[in-house]
């Protein structure tokens, strides 16, 4: 069990990273606090790409030499390689500090454990694991990425307690409460990309933007699946084609979309990804494979409910974000949040791991990593993992 002193440290270096939330991107987020007798005298964070790393930037706010007491905490396990700003290690075991308290390990599998072993190689009492579990979860993202050098692709769903998402007629708004749907923003906001579905352009109009608490506005990449080009029509254009953050908006598309509205878009100032498919459907492991090319580590899917079944289908949805509000429906007409498989039997089913729970109001929140099963029914196709 973690020692108390340690996780009240280590807490408020979590605190520091979560400062740069969504700008650090490709990096993970880290922060660091520097600890004489018991009283923090430094603290830092990695504040953006390519910046000081957080046990750097806390060892220069503290202006001087580190005292025999000195403990630094820090979120990650400190890098042992030069990199673009030099090796963490390094300057830790330059400084002269004689314990380093670390939360959870690089999730390079060419890096994890390293920084550590060098460390105490020197001399450097090493403690780890710290607030793992919460350390890990900040960079769940960064930890994907680096890990298997692919976008971390999410879902979000907003159901009823029923698993539903509209009504028979269509009305979905709101089925979550205002809490709930601040949060969304909160993680519109660390995701570098949102995406959605043609359907969702051309029936909700959506702005596809993070609207912050102090009233900022942020715009990340906003990814517009739609394999026929649906969306571009000759009046009342979709507003992700045509308000102030046009140019981050990406249309991915097929062949079958036609070049003529591919030229229409790129005249508006909007990027094409035209996927390779035989078909109208985006073959998603490409798309992901575009994303890697571009450094895109995070897509955010916001539907709708065709398409997040459809990266169910093709084994590429990752991670899942699932607010549910206390309404019932109860209502086979209605629209169901989820479709696409074949669940026969439980074992089966797609099941979350690594999970996570919070509360908005009377909303909960349910969010995890999605498990695979080694069969899986799609239709009338029986799928074999390898």
Avoid at 197 to 214: E, Y
Avoid at 216 to 231: I, S
Avoid at 275 to 289: C, G, I, L, M
Wanted: net charge neutral; charged share 25%.
């Amino acid at each position: 069990m973690s020692d108390p002193n340690d996780e009240q440290f280590m807490t408020r270096a979590l605190d520091l990273a979560r400062q740069a939330w969504g700008e650090t991107h490709p990096n993970p987020m880290v922060g660091a606090v520097l600890v004489e007798r018991g009283k923090i005298v430094a603290e830092g964070h990695h504040a953006s790409d390519g910046g000081p790393h957080a046990e750097k930037a806390a060892l220069t706010a503290l202006g001087r030499k580190p005292g025999k007491t000195a403990t630094l905490y820090v979120t990650l396990e400190p890098c042992s390689t030069a990199g673009r700003t030099g090796a963490c290690c390094d300057a830790i075991i330059a400084a002269g500090i004689k314990r380093v308290v670390v939360g959870a390990n690089d999730a390079n599998p060419d890096h994890a454990g390293r920084g550590l072993e060098v460390l105490r190689t020197a001399g450097v009492e090493v403690t780890a694991g710290v607030l793992e579990r919460e350390c890990l979860d900040l960079n769940l993202i960064f930890n994907h990425w680096i890990s298997t050098g692919k976008p971390l692709v999410a879902a979000k769903t907003a159901v009823t307690i029923d698993g539903r998402i509209a009504t028979r007629t269509g009305d979905s708004q709101w089925i979550t409460n205002e809490q709930s749907r601040a949060d969304v923003h909160h993680w519109r906001r660390l995701f570098p990309s949102i995406a959605v579905g043609a359907m969702t352009v051309l029936q909700d109009d959506p702005r596809l933007t993070a609207r912050l608490p102090n009233g900022d506005e942020w715009c990340p990449h906003r990814f517009v699946f739609d394999g026929l080009l649906r969306t571009v029509v000759d009046r009342n254009m979709p507003r992700v084609y045509t308000d102030e953050f046009k140019e981050r908006t990406i249309v991915v598309t097929t062949p079958h979309g036609g070049l003529g509205y591919v030229r229409k878009l790129e005249n508006l100032g909007i990027k094409v990804w035209v996927v390779p498919s035989d078909t109208q459907r985006v073959a998603f492991s490409d798309f992901k494979a575009r994303c890697a090319a571009e450094k895109i580590t995070g897509v955010y899917v916001e539907g709708g409910a065709q398409l997040i079944g459809e990266l169910m289908r093709a084994r590429e949805l990752d991670y899942l974000f699932n607010y549910r509000a206390p309404m019932v429906l109860a209502d086979d007409k209605s629209k169901s949040g989820f479709t696409g498989l074949r669940t026969e039997r439980l074992d089966t089913a797609l099941r979350l791991t690594e999970v996570h729970h919070a509360v908005f109001g009377d909303d909960q929140l349910m969010r995890g990593r999605i498990v695979y099963p080694d069969r899986v029914h799609v239709d009338e196709t029986v799928f074999t993992r390898v």
